[in-house]
Every structure is written in C-alpha cells, then in structure tokens.
C-alpha cells in the first residue's frame, strides 16, 4: 500500500541463515502488526507492537514511531517459516483501519 | 481464545449473480469485525470494519456490502457480482477498541466470478 512501503519483496534462504524484512511508513502510525501466510491462505499473527521490539522464539520484531520504521528478524530459518509476510500498519487516528504492506515472500531451502 | 468461523470455503459464481459470505466468532463477546479482501498475489485491502451489532463502516466501494445482524455474526454481500469482484476474502475480528489489538483471520473463502 501507498502508506506501507515493504522490503524486500522476496527473500531466498538457506536453512540456518538469518534476514530481516523491514517496513517504511510513509505518515504517523499508531501501532505495527506482523503477519504470516501460508500456501492456503491462512494468516498468523506474529507480533503487535506500539513501541519497542517484542522477541518470540527466532523471531523479533521493532517498532521506531519516530524514525516511521518497523523490521522483522528472523533467526536461524527453517523450512516451515517459508511463506508471505505482511505488516500492517495502525492509523493514527481511532478508525480502525489498517492499512497493510505489499507482502514479502519469504523462500527457504535446504 | 476466539475462532473465527467462514462460509463456504470456495465459491464459483457467475458475472451478475448475488453473493454472500458469512463469518461467525466464537468465544468473544462484542469483538470489532472486519472484511478484507485479497487479490491473487496480492495485499490485503481492507473494505469494512464493526464496531458494534448493526453498525458497518465502509473503507473501500467496491460494490459491496456489509451487515452485522449479530454480535457474532458478519456478512459480506452483493446482488451483482463483477469479474473484479475474485479473489481471497477474510473475515477478522479484534477483542479491544479500534485496531489496537492483534488482529485474528478466519480461513478465507475463495471467490472465483466467471
């Protein structure tokens, strides 16, 4: 989306390796969420964050109001994190939107 | 925790024909509801959100509609569907005000207009 720049937008990996994915935002964002979704469609929340980085087994997340940034590490890859990867950002104003990235599609290999 | 519950699971529909999709919550009590829909390949594109029983907002026209006939309950419509209308559609619900909490999708129905 216009407000929600995403990179990269694809992501090759070897199994054990580790990446970042990042997103830009372009206006005020209240609050950031990380999704994940697989080949049928479902979607996984990873990480809702207001401020700060929030770690959960090999994934961390941060969020820099500020700096209008948000990055997803992922550590030690392994076959099953393959899949598309989508932040969705707050605005700033209580209207319930959120307005989500273009997605990055996350491969990893053996 | 909430399960969210989508019907059907896929449709196969021709170009002006009516369409509705369901979507149903379990286990929490007045959550916000949404719609988003998703292109094949694509974002997703938020087009309505719920706040409370019979109280839709509409984020994107696209020639269609929503309702909330239930706490529980949330319904995407339309009387005549458009080539443009295909793709994934997902029904999410929030447990707080607004979306500042973790958003929660339900399975997804895969429209296919021919």
């Known amino acids: 989306g216009d407000q929600v720049e995403q990179s990269p937008s694809a992501l090759s990996l070897h199994e054990g390796t580790s990446s970042a994915l990042r997103c830009n935002f372009t206006?005020?964002?209240?609050?950031v969420q990380w999704f994940r979704q697989n080949s049928r469609g479902s979607l996984i929340n990873l990480f809702y964050l207001a401020s700060g980085t929030k770690e959960n087994g090999r994934l961390k997340s941060a969020f820099d109001s500020k700096e209008l940034y948000s990055t997803l590490h992922i550590r030690d890859a392994q076959l099953e994190d393959s899949g598309t990867y989508f932040c969705?950002?707050?605005?700033?104003?209580?209207?319930?939107?959120?307005?989500f990235g273009d997605g990055t599609v996350l491969t990893v290999k053996p | 925790a909430q399960t969210i519950h989508q019907w059907p699971v896929a449709e196969i529909k021709a170009v002006g024909s009516p369409l509705s999709l369901g979507c149903t919550i379990k286990?929490?009590?007045?959550?916000?509801l949404y719609w988003y829909w998703q292109a094949t390949g694509g974002t997703l594109q938020q087009l309505f959100y719920s706040i409370t029983v019979g109280q839709v907002e509409s984020v994107v026209q696209l020639n269609l509609s929503a309702s909330r006939p239930k706490d529980d309950q949330f319904i995407l419509s339309t009387e005549k569907l458009l080539l443009s209308h295909s793709g994934f559609y997902l029904c999410a619900c929030s447990p707080g005000q607004g979306a500042r909490d973790t958003l929660y999708f339900g399975a997804g129905t895969r429209l296919s207009v021919l």
């Open positions: 969705a950002a707050e605005a700033p104003t209580n209207t319930g939107k959120l307005t």
């Open positions: 206006t005020t964002t209240r609050s």
């Open positions: 286990g929490k009590s007045s959550p916000n």
